[in-house]
């Protein structure tokens, strides 16, 4: 918090400016880590565990068993599902789809995230997706026409802590395969309800099978939902209304250097932060933070946004947002 103080005072910002860019930037690691907290508290597999204390249900029929099943295979999901296959326990995941996603978010690591993935044995799932590595951030304040570049802090031996950037989806690929590889049986299906026993219990899920076409079921001891932030149980399970706080929109560039190469970029500027960073070696993500999605998605980017993008940017945002299709995510 001190260093965001510090670079506030730096750029005569409110630190709660710099405070809200380091949460939307800090979310894939937050997931991450809650994975590793739930390891450590479980603790590695040394002996079989006792069965869950609730009653078995009569019927239904299950059409299979497994100690868990995870509904969901996002980063959330997948990462969870390797790690328990590596512990020894059978798990199946049902995914709606299993085809590489596209979305616009999630796609930059940060170092404490890179290294939970590490500690988790996932380090391949960010390997041959061409990812960028980042060694910090370059910050840009229209208003002052200032700049300060942040390198990321120093690891135990004097060099550099490093992130991840990258497609998002490809990310997401990268963990279901080494999902996959640890022992986690995949179905593509999306899941429908959650199933109780006389006592309230979960005792697995329903879902209707992608392939056949036909309703089936899942027992388990222990059932993950991690479908997401368009999950349809979350009503059901918690009682915190969602709350949409803001908007993303973006556009990748093709074949825009960054100004410090190895550096995403922070703009402070009209209406809210944007970020700038390689996914690829020549993709680069323009990604805006804005509280309401105007009507004129694309002649908002180019008369309000585009000016306020560092000047290697500017060209090739023009020709993207006139050619393409401007991407919207919502902030919840």
Known sequence: MSSLASVAAYLQLPAISLIRIAVCLLLPLVVVVMVVGFLQRCGRRTKPKQKCQYVEPAPPNFDSENEIVI???????ASLASAL????????????DLQEPNRIVGE??????YAALQKLGLKEAVEGIDAHIVHGYVIHDN??????????????????????????GRFIMGLRREAKKDGATL?????????????????GVLYKDKAS??????????????????????????DAEVSISSNFAGVVMRDCPQMKTGYAEIVLGTGGPLLV???????????????????????????????QLPGVCVCECVCVCACVCVCIMLDR
């Open 108 to 113: 930059l690591l940060q170092p404490g995230g």
């Open 213 to 238: 076409g036909t309703d089936k079921t899942i027992k388990a001891k222990l059932t993950f939902v991690a479908d997401g932030c368009f999950s349809r149980f979350r009503k059901g399970l918690v």
């Open 85 to 96: 296959s590596k512990d020894g326990r059978k798990v199946t995941v049902i995914e709606r």
């Open 71 to 77: 509904v969901g295979a996002g980063v959330l999901g």
């Open 277 to 307: 960073y390689q996914i690829s070696h020549n993709d680069t993500r323009i990604l805006v933070d804005m509280p309401k999605v105007p009507s004129d998605i694309k002649g908002y980017m180019l008369s309000v946004i585009e000016p």
């Open 143 to 168: 208003a002052t026409k200032s700049m300060v570049a942040l390198s990321y802090p120093l690891d135990d031996t004097g060099k550099v802590l490093t992130g991840r950037s990258f497609h998002h």
């Open 187 to 203: 179905i593509e299906g999306a899941a429908s309800s959650l199933l109780e026993d006389p006592h309230g219990h979960i005792v």
